[in-house]
């Protein structure tokens, strides 16, 4: 083999060497292309995933808050209304106390439900002997009443006649005065006991003003309930 046989030879093989590296190298860089572009996505996705999260975790938040400004406003509409309609019924209450008042100015009225509330405490306490207690202003009326309540009672009951005392050392208190309208006050009634105090019964026309009242509170307050499309 000659030197130009040999030189031929060395030229092919680099040829044959450059042309392998030249392919090697484009697959190099073709995979790198592909790997890059494949991160690139994936970095695109996860970005995009991120700002899709965050969009989610601000929208629960608006919502959120923005359910929490309506229960507010809600619960104060309500306590509103609540206060609006005590307002309401403590002013109903105030009529119905200062309406008390004009019943015992009708003395022969007053005179005749003095009567009926001792009989009716006395029923209610089955005792054979109690302790009355009546405003100090209505002292005569009772004690002018008294006998025939016992009377009363004892044919109702079908006992004999119980003993009433009537309390001269404690007195209900006075009709309410304009001056201060804290202090005490009794409207008129009676309040009967047991000779041993175990037993009371309280029948003032203010106690039956309260208990009338939360009788029939849940139906004025139901009454009070503005319903949809009332005019």
């Known amino acids: ?87 309401l019924v403590s002013s109903m209450k105030d009529s119905a106390a200062k309406e008390l008042l004009r019943v015992s100015s009708d003395e022969k009225g007053y005179k005749d439900l003095l009567k009926r509330l001792i009989v009716q405490s006395l029923l209610r306490l089955s005792e054979p002997a109690v302790l009355l207690r009546c405003r100090e202003v209505d002292r005569k009326l009772v004690e002018s009443v008294i006998k025939e309540a016992e009377r009363e009672y004892a044919e109702k009951a079908k006992v004999e006649a119980p003993k009433v005392t009537i309390d001269d050392q404690v007195y209900l208190p006075p009709p309410p005065k304009s001056q201060d309208p804290h202090d005490p006050f009794c409207s008129g009634g009676v309040v009967l006991a047991s000779q041993d105090g175990k037993i009371v019964f309280e029948n003032t026309l203010d106690a039956r003003l309260d208990v009338a009242f939360r009788q029939k509170l849940p139906e004025i307050r139901k009454r009070l309930v503005v319903q949809p499309g009332a005019s």
């Open 1 to 87: 083999m000659n030197d130009a046989d040999v030189s031929s030879q060395i030229q092919q093989m680099v040829r044959f060497i450059r042309q392998e590296a030249e392919e090697k190298a484009n697959e190099i860089s073709v995979s790198a292309e592909e790997e890059f572009n494949i991160e690139k996505l994936q970095l695109v996705e996860a970005e995009k995933k991120k700002i899709r999260q965050e969009f989610e975790r601000k929208t629960k938040q608006v919502e959120s808050r923005r359910k929490i400004e309506y229960s507010m406003q809600l619960n104060a509409s309500r306590i509103k209304v609540l206060q609006a309609q005590d307002d």
